[in-house]
C-alpha cells in the first residue's frame, strides 16, 4: 500500500482492524452505499434537485464520519503501538499526510 495513493512514492506498512471496527466499518460503507443507490434512484425518477442535494450531503457526511472512524483505529494500530520494521517517524507523518487529506 503506498502512502497518497499514486501521489506518494513511499511504502507504509499495512494496519488490519480490529474485528469489531472492521464490520462497524463495513457496516457504515453499506449505508453509503444505499444512500448512493438511492441518489441514483432519485435522479432517475427526476426528484428536485434540492433533494438530491441534501441526500447528497448526507453522504458526504457519511463518508467523512467513516474516514475520521478509520483514521481514529489507523493512529491507534500504527501511530501508538508501531510495530514491524517501520522507524518511529514513519506512522506519525503518515497520520499527518492522512488527516490533511480529510481536511479537504
Known amino acids: 500500500m503506498r502512502a497518497g495513493g499514486s501521489q506518494g512514492s513511499r511504502v ?10 472492521r464490520q462497524q466499518l463495513l457496516g457504515r460503507l453499506r449505508r453509503i452505499e444505499g444512500q448512493a443507490r438511492g441518489v ?21 457526511a457519511a463518508t467523512y464520519s467513516a474516514s475520521l ?9 500504527c501511530w501508538v503501538n508501531p ?7 514513519e506512522p506519525f507523518e503518515d497520520l499527518l499526510e492522512l488527516m490533511l487529506r480529510l481536511s479537504h
Not at 494496519?15 to 471496527?21: G, K, M, V
Not at 441514483?40 to 453522504?59: D, F, G, H, P, Y
Not at 510495530?83 to 517517524?89: A, E
Open 12 to 21: 507504509v506498512k499495512r494496519a488490519s482492524l480490529p474485528e469489531e471496527a
Open 40 to 60: 441514483q434512484r432519485m435522479v432517475k425518477e427526476q426528484r428536485e434537485c434540492t433533494e438530491i442535494m441534501n441526500q447528497l450531503a448526507s453522504i458526504r
Open 69 to 77: 472512524f478509520l483514521l481514529k483505529h489507523y493512529a491507534r494500530e
Open 83 to 89: 510495530g514491524g520494521d517501520q522507524q518511529r517517524g
